[in-house]
Structure formats: C-alpha cells, structure tokens
C-alpha cells in the first residue's frame, strides 16, 4: 500500500509539472499588455504622425538647408500637395529672402501644411524651453493661391510671422522669469527685458490703456470696441489683438510700407520706434532689396501695407503669437 501510494505522488507530481511547463510556453506566445505610459506615448506618435489639423511634411533646418523628418499619413489633395516638393522649397526660398542668415539660426524646423480647415496661413512656436529655438509652419495652399505670392500676401505672412521670432526669442525674453515676478511685460513665454522692442512698445503705447484692454479681452464685442476707441493707434485691426501681434503688424508695415512716415498718429510713432533701431534698417534693407520684382524692379513682391486677408479681424488675445489650433 505505501508502495502504491508513492506511486501516486509520483504521478501527480509529473502532471503538476507538465501543466507548468505547458503554461509557460503559451504565455510566451501572447505578447505583453504594453505599460499605460508606453501605450499612451505609441497613441501620441501614431496621432502625429495623422497629419489630422492639416499638416503634411516637417523639416528640419541646418545651416539653411532643409533635411525631411517626417511626412505625415495624408490623402487626397492633401497627398498631392505633400508630394510636391518643389513648391516646399521654392516656399522656403522665400524664407531665405526675408529672414537674414543670423536670425535663421534661431529656426530649427519648418512645416509644410494646407490651412483651408483652420483658415491659417502661418504661424511659429517655440521648440526650446527658453526661447532659442523656434518652428515656422507655412500653408501651402495659401501660398498658391492666385499663383504663388499673389499680391504679395504669402511673403506678408512670412514677414508677420519672422517678426514674432524677432520680438519673442531669448535675446528679447526671459523664459525663467514667470508673470508674478515680472516687473516689465509678460508675453505668455516669459518676461520681457527691459530693452527689448516688444517692452519699448508696451511702455510707450499700450501701459496707459493695458488695464481696459484686459476687460474688453472677454469677448469680441468688447474688443471691436476697444479698438474703435483706439483705432488710431494701430496699424490694422489684428493689431489690437494684443502687445504681441501689435509688435509683429507694426514690423510687417514698417517692411512694407515705402516711406518712413511723419509720425502723425500713434500708430506712426509705433513704426518710426523701429526706424530708432539701426539692426532693424539694416534687417528692412536687406528684405526689401530680396523682394524686388525681376520683371519690375521698382516694384516688390510685397503687399500694400494693412491690405493682407486677415488685417480687419482681431485673433486670439489671450496670445502673443496666434500658434494654429
């Protein structure tokens, strides 16, 4: 009997371990749940790479040159429109004519992308904490529309959005500073210096009614109040946006317009502060002379000043640079 009964365990003991060792090998089989954080962070990179708010190609920026990173999973228009490299590069042509080689160290990527959703021709945002760096994403259905540059919108919209750049990088901002502790203009990136442009605009022309421009942000009507009381003050209507798109409008009119006016109105002496900057003539020479005409060299590639599509509306005031959402 006690023969028989080791004779048991013996046999139980091998079916145990057959079943563990059986166990073992489907579970190899089945891959493991991904952690929530990985999953997430997969999600995340499968989204951007959608293109879904418009966007087509991202480049990176060496040394002036574009290198592709990326295009993203597209269709329809919007695959032809990414496929045409051609028009990506003569659009960054353009770029190289507006924006001098040591302000295009601070431009570390550039994105190609159709803006008929969003109803953006432009826009630049930060890609370093403090400001050094910076992406330009450019529509290229805007900038073919009518023919590439018609009427000079598209080189207008470069210029708008360069002057942002120029305004809000790290030479002009201290990102380390938060608004509580600033004791000149908070942008939303960070503290501006004390001389700073976007600081000697703000000092000079916006201190003195900031307070009824911060009650009159709540909605629209109020805004299209306050800039009725103040119209003249700023050089188009999306000027009283805010400091920020105020500072940026007042740089693409001071390139645009032909003649250095006579400071009658606010909104002239916010244009002659410019002329005060000798970086800035320079920075104006070099765009002007970049942006003439092959076929008319007296004319330029540019706009009248204040006629560009969006020169009567107001955008978000909330920010400094109206980044595309």
């Known amino acids: 009997m006690r023969a028989i009964s080791i004779l048991k365990w013996v046999v139980l003991l091998c079916i145990l371990t057959t079943t563990i060792i059986s166990c073992s090998k489907d579970d190899d089989l089945i891959p493991d749940e ?15 790479n959608e293109g879904s708010e418009g966007e087509l190609t991202l480049y990176e920026i060496t040394e002036s040159k574009l ?43 550039f994105l190609i992308f159709a803006g008929e959703e969003s109803g953006t021709a432009g826009f630049v945002v ?3 904490s403090d400001l050094s760096k910076w992406k330009m994403g450019l529509a290229i259905d ?54 700073s442009y976007i600081y000697k605009l703000y ?18 009507e109020a805004q299209n109040k306050f800039y009725e009381k103040y119209k003249d003050r700023f050089v188009t209507k999306y000027a009283s946006t805010n400091p920020g798109e105020d500072i940026a409008e007042v740089f693409a009119t001071f390139i645009t317009q ?37 076929t008319k060299s007296r004319r330029l590639m540019l706009p009248e ?17 109206n980044i595309r959402r």
């Open 203 to 220: 000092k000079n022309f916006w201190a003195d009614i900031y307070s009824e421009f911060e009650k009159a942000s709540d909605n629209e």
């Open 258 to 294: 032909e003649n250095k006016p006579e400071g009658k109105t606010i909104a002239e002496k916010k244009i002659l502060l410019l002329y005060e900057h000798d970086e800035l003539v320079e920075l104006r020479n070099f765009i002007r002379n970049n942006t003439k005409s092959r």
């Open 305 to 321: 000043p204040g006629s560009w599509k969006k020169a009567n509306k107001i955008g978000d005031p909330t920010k400094s640079h």
């Open 67 to 109: 290198k592709k990173l990326k295009d993203y999973t597209v269709t329809g228009n919007h695959l032809e429109l990414q496929k045409d490299t051609k028009k990506h590069y003569e659009m960054w042509d353009l770029v190289l004519k507006i924006v001098p080689p040591k302000y295009r160290v601070m431009m570390s990527e």
């Open 126 to 128: 930060e890609t370093s």
């Open 34 to 48: 991904p952690k929530k954080e990985e999953k997430n962070n997969n999600e995340d990179k499968d989204q951007n």
């Open 142 to 195: 805007f900038a073919y529309e009518g023919g590439f540059n018609s009427g000079g919108e598209f080189a207008y919209t470069i210029i708008h959005e360069f002057g942002h750049i120029l305004t809000l990088n790290k030479s002009q901002i201290d990102a380390s500073i938060s608004k509580e502790n600033c004791q000149t203009y908070f942008t939303g990136e960070g503290c501006a210096r004390s001389n």
